[in-house]
């Protein structure tokens, strides 16, 4: 068989996996909980590379997942938003700190670009961590409920109700992202962001408006990171300051993105379905302490062996375009 | 203020461009026609590419104005004046690197002038490598084609935005004499076909030629503007370029540019 055939065959029976597996075996509950949180980063990781593929690498992305994640509770309890107009109202708090720093570091390239977005993470974590009569401080939110059921028109999606529906919930959550995620790759768009990220003045005398691309890349991958984080909020129960607006969480997606690949549509995507299961169902039984050095020494792995990513061995040898 | 004349295609009014303490343009005014090919020449640091650059978008005056096409375009930004049709080339190639030498074509294709949604690109490349003697490496990734290839490649990507002006610096430098009569050629027949060339040119070995009328600059002035056979017999042109600082590898001496014969 031709090796194109094969990682076709590969990639569908995978996919097949995913959307009939939760059927066949329901009472697979570590299994359903696990997948569905490995989509749920899935989808993170997408939204930071949309930020990546205009050239720009972020560590400050725990801001916007932060401000999702409070801007969604804090609507609802105050406010008393319903769910899932909160979660959406959540990720334009992020979209709009992202249009602020596509203002502020408007100038600003690599390393410093990096550096500017991780001082910045802080900025908003320090603030709810201190304004305790509205976000009651470093104590945290507790008490978050699940998320409810999902009114779609045609269905009623019962989110909440078990694991299996979490998990087909946060599976379609990463079926949107990719879709948007395709298009930063693939559309005209797509064309922009790798003319931008390969040579920005070429691409501004060939008539490619550098500034508007990449802030409609940094608003959408802002934007996507806030409603991940007000999803969190319900998966989890909780948050404090010190958990949302982690470094950790916002380096988690340039992980996912670097093991999978991150020029591919489906590299992110992989690295997280791959990475995070093999972390939380193989390592964490073995290695109960320090399960979480793999991400670690998978990075250093990635740039050393396959610094393209995981995705370019699922990809046939031709040119990309 | 006086209105930008119609006839003009592009109009340059007493730029200025000052950075740091260096005066890197003084009081630059220029006029070109629909049609015209002009070269700029001046030796080393005279502020050739800082012109371009400045018609281009990339550097904005500190005071002074663009006109184009009778609008004033001082405050535009690159994107929107490639757009309106003037497109450059670098003298130090910016391919795309990790994109093949057709797929950088087609960025031009797509977001130039005439800003074409879709098709298929390819196809439409191909004509445009064609003209710079590039086809066979149209599969080629920017970053494995030579220099002189690069090179080609910049003037093929900056007349795929369907261009009306195009400021080419320094496309022949280093090019064998049967090479630069390649690029004469090109250059001709763009102009018959209705563009407008500016080519900065510092060994001559191109716009002697071709161009139309000859602009000298000199630390940031503009100290003469003329047919290139007059402009190459004046006294001034040849101290700026042999005068007070002399370059190791010589002006437009050297024996393998065919401007060589034409010279004093």
Redesign the interface.
């Known amino acids: 068989m031709e090796p194109d055939t094969v990682r076709k065959v590969f990639s569908w029976l995978a996919a097949l996996l995913l959307i009939v597996g939760p059927l066949l075996f329901p009472e697979a509950e570590v299994y359903l909980l696990v997948f569905g949180l490995a989509c749920f980063y899935a989808a993170l990781a997408m939204a930071w590379n949309i930020l990546a593929l205009s050239g720009l690498l972020s560590l400050g992305h725990g801001a916007f997942f932060g401000l999702g994640a409070y801007a969604a509770v804090l609507l609802q309890q105050k406010l008393l938003m319903p769910v899932y107009p909160a979660v959406v109202a959540g990720g334009m708090v992020g979209a709009l700190y992202g249009l602020l720093w596509g203002l502020v570091f408007k100038k600003l390239r690599g390393a410093y670009f990096a550096l500017a977005t991780l001082a910045s993470l802080e900025i908003p974590r320090v603030i709810v961590d201190n304004w305790e009569s509205l976000t009651s401080g470093s104590m945290g939110i507790v008490g978050i409920g699940r998320l409810p059921a999902l009114d779609l028109g045609i269905l009623t999606l019962p989110v909440g109700a078990g694991l299996r529906s979490q998990y087909y919930f946060l599976f379609g959550w990463m079926a949107f992202v990719t879709v948007l995620h395709r298009q930063a790759l693939r559309s005209r768009w797509g064309w922009a962001l790798r003319a931008i990220r390969e040579n920005e003045v070429a691409a501004e005398v060939l008539g490619v408006n550098i500034y508007g691309c990449r802030l409609a890349a940094l608003g959408l991958s802002a934007f996507l990171t806030g409603v991940c984080g007000g999803l969190y909020a319900h998966l989890m129960g909780l948050i404090e300051p010190a958990m949302v607006f982690s470094l950790q969480l916002a380096a988690f997606p340039l992980i996912l993105s670097f093991f999978g690949g991150r020029f591919a549509v489906f590299g992110p995507l992989i690295g997280a379905l791959l990475l995070y299961p093999l972390d939380q169902l193989v390592l964490q039984p073995l290695l109960p302490q320090g399960h979480a050095a793999v991400y670690g020494l998978v990075i250093i792995l990635t740039i050393f062996f396959f610094p393209q990513g995981l995705a370019t061995w699922f990809r046939p040898q031709s040119k990309t375009s | 203020m006086v209105p930008a004349t119609e006839q003009n295609l592009l109009e340059l009014r007493a730029i200025e461009v000052i950075w740091g303490p260096q005066r890197l343009l003084r009081n630059i005014s220029l006029q070109v026609s629909p049609q015209e090919i002009i070269g700029i020449i001046g030796p080393n640091g005279a502020g050739k590419t800082t012109l371009m650059s400045v018609i281009?978008?990339?550097v904005s005056p500190t005071s002074g104005k663009v006109f184009y096409q009778g609008q004033d375009i001082t405050a535009w930004?690159?994107?929107?004046r490639?757009?309106a049709g003037i497109?450059?080339t670098?003298q130090i190639p910016?391919?795309?690197?990790?994109?093949?030498a057709w797929?950088n074509v087609?960025?031009?294709i797509?977001?130039?002038?005439r800003?074409q949604?879709?098709g298929f690109l390819r196809d439409q490349a191909l004509p445009y490598l064609e003209l710079v003697g590039l086809t066979h490496k149209a599969?080629t990734l920017g970053k494995d084609l030579t220099l002189s290839e690069q090179r080609r490649l910049e003037v093929a990507?900056?007349l795929?935005?369907e261009p009306q002006l195009v400021l080419l610096d320094e496309v022949a430098a280093g090019l064998s004499p049967k090479m630069v009569r390649h690029v004469a050629a090109l250059v001709e027949k763009l102009r018959q076909q209705g563009l407008t060339l500016l080519i900065i040119d510092h060994f001559l070995n191109l716009t002697l030629e071709v161009a139309d009328r000859l602009v000298v600059l000199d630390r940031g002035e503009k100290i003469m503007e003329g047919p290139p056979q007059e402009i190459i017999r004046h006294p001034e042109v040849v101290g700026a370029y042999l005068g007070t600082r002399r370059p190791a590898k010589g002006p437009p001496t050297a024996g393998d540019s065919p401007a060589s014969a034409e010279r004093p």
Do not use: L, V
């Open positions: 281009s978008g990339q930004p690159p994107h929107r490639c757009r497109a450059r670098f910016r391919p795309f690197a990790d994109m093949t797929e087609a960025i031009g797509r977001f130039g002038r800003r949604s879709a599969d990507r900056a795929a935005t």
